[in-house]
């Protein structure tokens, strides 16, 4: 069912080091800080040869990854999100299972313009996973 | 410098429900556990289109994930790891820049045969980043 890995995504404290130390000291190749106010998120993202990391800050109140950030000062892997064909074949196969979608388990169009699905860290051994229909 | 990412590190508590999980749950190519005494881990390989999940699991006495998963029993992501072409440049210029190598600086064999560095999650957005020569 799950496909590629589309990306990580990195909750980061100061983003514009952050995207500094990406490009920098790591020498990959990093673009420009994105605002996506429906999502909370400012947004850099890394392109890989293979897949893309996500740098994330928090936008404006109430932002998803606010808590996180205040647990993980120093910053830390908030998600990794995984590709899917169908969304609701695959969020229909995962509750038949019992596992547990977030929200009120609809897709939602993502920060990439697709839907995306969250699901429950604690039934997918401790790991905030993203699904995006491609 | 940062090549392609090599694969995403989460640490479990139960490693043949993780990879049911994987299996069944999520319909991904899962193989056999491994044993790895050199590294202290038991590990599953889920083979993505793009990349690797390693599915972690201590093995012995001293294992260097038996902490996290003590701070985080229902598991988590452990690592990323990003493959570079020449570990030692990598590595001259990280820690010229201020990073910080952990353990002696030198490149060690990792568990797919290659010289690995591991970086000090504090110089890299609270993230332990592996690097891995291929």
Do not use: W
């Not at 990580?8 to 952050?18: C, G, K, M, R």
């Not at 673009?31 to 392109?47: A, K, L, R, S, Y």
């Not at 928090?58 to 647990?71: H, N, Q």
Request: charge should be negative; glycine fraction near 12%; include cysteine.
């Amino acid at each position: 069912m799950i496909g590629r890995l589309n990306h990580v995504a990195i909750a980061v404290p100061d983003l514009t080091a952050a995207a500094a130390l990406y490009r920098d000291t790591l020498g990959a190749d990093v673009g420009p800080e994105q605002d996506e106010p429906d999502h909370g998120v400012t947004v850099v993202f890394i392109t890989l040869p293979n897949t893309k990391i996500e740098l994330l800050h928090p936008l404006g109140e109430g932002s998803p990854i606010a808590g996180f950030l205040e647990k993980n000062p120093s910053g830390g892997i908030h998600h990794i999100c995984y590709e899917v064909e169908d969304i609701r074949a695959a969020a229909a196969r995962l509750t038949a299972s019992g596992a547990r979608v977030l929200g009120t388990g609809e897709p939602k169009i993502g920060a990439h313009g697709k839907p995306v699905l969250f699901l429950h860290p604690k039934d997918f051994t401790g790991t905030l996973i993203e699904l995006e229909e491609v």
